[in-house]
Every structure is written in C-alpha cells, then in structure tokens.
C-alpha cells in the first residue's frame, strides 16, 4: 500500500476521494441522532434567519463566523442529515493544503500523496470529526496561515505577505475565538526562523486585527458588540478543566495520534536526513502544539471535534517515520497500525453513541412552534424553535435576574417577536414572569406537567 501512496499521481488522491465518500455514503445509512452540539448549531441558524442577533437574543458562545456558517447552512436549506458531506469536503480541502505545502518545500520528499492519506485518515478517528462546526472550519485558514509561515522562512527574507499570515490567523480566531492565540504562534516562529523585522510583525498584527475590526463594526451597527466583548471575554480566555470522562473519551480519539506524533518527533531529533526548511518546519510545529496544549484549557466547551487544532502536528510528527524508516515493511505495519487503531477508537465510540448523540424527544407535540426553558434541546427535532434559548447554560441567569428592567424588556422582546405554541418549563421559569409580565403569562394554559399552550383570543 506505501508503494501506491508514495506515488504522486492525481489519480491516486481522486481514488482515495472516492473511497472517502463511500465511507462518509455508507456511515450515512445508520441514521444516527445528530450530536446535542450539532443540533444546537443547526437551531442557531434558524434563530438568525429568523432576525435574532448572535450574542444579544442567541446566548451562546460559538464564533461569529460559525454562526453565520450556520445561517448560510439554514438559508440554503441543506438538511442536519448532510452534515458528513460537508465536513468530507472541508478535511479534503485542508488534507491538499497540507499535502501541497508539505511537496512545495520539500519538508519531506518522496512521500506523494501519503500525507493527503494520513491527514484523512487521523480524520476517521472519531465520529465526531464527520460533523462541521468553527474549530473544524477555523483549522482551514490555519493551515494557509502555516503555508504562508513556510514560506518567509524557506527565504532570506521575510516579506510584506506576513499580512496574510495574521489576516488568517484573525479569520480562523473569528470562526473559533480561542484560536487568538495561535497570534503568538505566528509571530515566535517568525522571530526564531526567519528575519522578521518590527514593521512586518506590526503589519502581521494589523492582519490579524483587520477581521475583529470588520467584525466589530457590523456589531456595533447590530448595537451587540458589547455583548460579544462580553462571550469572547468568558468563553476564550476562561481556565476550564475538563471531567474525567471529557478526557477519557478525548484520549480515545486522539491517544493513537498523540503516540505516533511523539514517536515520529522523537526518531526525528536524532536524524541527519532532515534538511534546513524541514527542521525549521519540525520547530514550528512543535511551537504549534505547545500552543494547542494551553489552547485546550480555554476552549468554550470540551468536545472531541473542538481539539482538531491538535491534528495538524500530530499528523506531521507521524510522516516522520514513514520518511525516517528504512524498510518497506516498516511503513506497511504502520499504515496497518494506524488502521487498527482507527477501527478500535471508532468501536469505543459506538458503545457511548447513545451518551453523546441527541435523546429521543420525550413530548409529544409534532410540528409545532415551541420554547424549551430548558437544557432539553431534544424537543426542537421534530418542532420549530422560537426564541434563543439554545445554550440554557447561558440562557438560565436570565430568569435570575428578572428585578432588572434591562431583562424584563428583553424578555418582552422574546416573546413579542415570535409567540410561541407551546412552552415547555421543565424548570418552572416561566411562572416568574407572571409578577413582571402578567399580560405574557396569561396568554397560557398549564396542560400538562411543566407545558404551557396559548390560548386561542
């Protein structure tokens, strides 16, 4: 198998996009539940099409771009069930980028399109990595913004293009907010691999801070930046310590890559085969996973597909030892390895798919316009949502801070814009606003534990 993959030929690469889409086809027809956080994204879309603003009237912590990612996703109505297909046609895009850039400057020769293989291969570790959101969209302008860090150094001279390495690196932050820091990344391995000189890492910062100043215009427009300053400041740069079972289903994903990429940087420290832009390429890298490891306490949630940032390393440390070993033999194990422990991860994951995905919607109400005060998102499957309580974690201080007249004014605005069907109050909220929105509450009738239906005037 080595022998094909090793072959440069843009017929191999079209035959393993093939296969791909014939995994992603086949993993199709088990019709799984969709994930809580990709149900929540889907529900996003819809709010914003539906004139809700992301921040103020959407209380969640997800990227402006993602969101609008979503609303794009929504206003084209592309089903949640074409999830996979997208996700496919993002990792293929950035499994090129990586493989070109990799050929472009010679960082490992004669390897074809063995990292296009690999890249998608680490990407069929979990089920997880077959779903779209704004690490995963993010992680694309991440690798151009390496493309372009590989560039300034393979030259004597750095260059005004050191733009485009921050207006990435904003761009990728604006998907995924915590992605901020990846800023430093940049401007250390300029500073330590090339020629950097002040002007040119002010013009990369001026990059950089071009899409949060774009981004903060249309906000401030929207009359919500302050409610933005406010998400970036408590889901980007907030110390989160993930729970013994978020790290033993994040290992399970990820233990396989973290061995191979320790192993491959190792065999590498030792080598005399690695020429001058690939040793600057190895430490770049390097500079990049250490900045992935203080990214991983900050993240907003601790999900499996919000660790990708760490693949790209991973995946290049491991193309070391397909490079670095001798015997044929050796490669093929590997690449049988790596299968097995796809397959092992991937089966572990299939025994928790019911703890992760989506529950089963337990009201019995179909195709109905609905409020869920509630974490239960899984009522909006088969209802149309109304309102923005999609994170109820963000949502929930609302209904704490009812003395305040700024709450009970957007609380009115809530209801106002869009009345619901059917409200359902699993944690008996709703009758709180009887004291300072009587008019609203009287509107329903309690029907059944914990549901509200609007009384026909």
Do not use: C
Not at 248 to 258: D, E, F, G, T
Not at 418 to 432: G, R, V, W
């Amino acid at each position: 198998m080595f022998q094909i993959l090793r072959s440069s030929s843009i017929f191999v690469m079209i035959f393993l996009i093939i296969i791909w889409l014939l995994t992603t086809i086949t993993l199709r027809q088990f019709n799984l539940q969709p994930y809580t956080w990709e149900l929540k994204n889907f529900l996003i879309g819809q709010n914003l099409n539906q004139g809700y603003r992301i921040y103020k009237d959407i209380r969640e912590n997800i990227g402006p771009l993602s969101a609008n990612f979503n609303q794009l996703i929504d206003f084209l109505n592309i089903p949640i069930t074409w999830n996979a297909y997208l996700a496919t046609g993002i990792i293929i895009l950035q499994a090129i980028v990586f493989q070109r850039t990799i050929s472009r400057y010679s960082l490992l020769p004669n390897l074809g399109n063995l990292p296009f293989f690999i890249y998608s291969l680490f990407f069929h570790f979990s089920m997880e990595f077959l779903v779209p959101n704004g690490s995963m969209l993010g992680l694309t302008f991440l690798l151009l913004a390496w493309n372009e860090i590989l560039a300034q150094q393979s030259t004597l001279k750095v260059n005004d293009r050191v733009f485009l390495i921050g207006l990435y690196i904003g761009i990728a932050s604006v998907f995924f907010l915590s992605y901020a820091l990846f800023i430093f990344w940049a401007i250390l391995s300029l500073l330590f691999y090339s020629s950097i000189n002040i002007r040119q890492i002010i013009l990369l910062i001026v990059g950089f801070s071009l899409f949060y100043i774009f981004t903060g215009l249309i906000f401030s427009y929207r009359d919500n930046l302050q409610a933005f300053i406010d998400v970036y400041k408590n889901s980007a740069f907030v110390v989160y310590i993930p729970t013994t079972l978020q790290i033993k289903q994040i290992l399970l994903a990820y233990i396989p890559a973290i061995i191979l990429g320790i192993w491959g940087f190792a065999k590498v420290l030792n080598s005399t085969k690695i020429n001058s832009n690939a040793q600057k390429a190895q430490q770049t890298n390097l500079m990049w996973l250490l900045i992935s490891v203080m990214i991983i306490f900050i993240i907003p949630t601790v999900e499996r597909i919000n660790l990708v940032f760490l693949m790209p390393s991973l995946i290049y440390f491991t193309l070391n030892l397909f490079y670095l070993f001798k015997s044929y033999w050796q490669k093929e194990l590997l690449i049988i390895t790596i299968f097995i422990a796809m397959i092992f991860s991937l089966s572990n994951e299939w025994t928790e798919v019911g703890q992760q995905r989506i529950m089963t919607q337990k009201l019995k109400i179909r195709n109905e316009k609905i409020m869920v005060l509630g974490p239960q998102i899984e009522e909006y499957q088969n209802n149309q949502m109304t309102g923005p309580f999609v994170n109820w974690e963000l949502s929930k201080s609302l209904f704490t801070n009812l003395n305040q007249y700024k709450t009970i004014i957007l609380m009115h605005d809530y209801f106002d814009k869009d009345m619901p069907t059917y409200i359902y109050d699993p944690e008996s909220n709703f009758m709180k606003l009887g004291y300072y929105l009587p008019e609203l509450t009287n509107q329903y009738l309690l029907i059944d534990t914990h549901t509200y239906k609007k009384i026909n005037n």
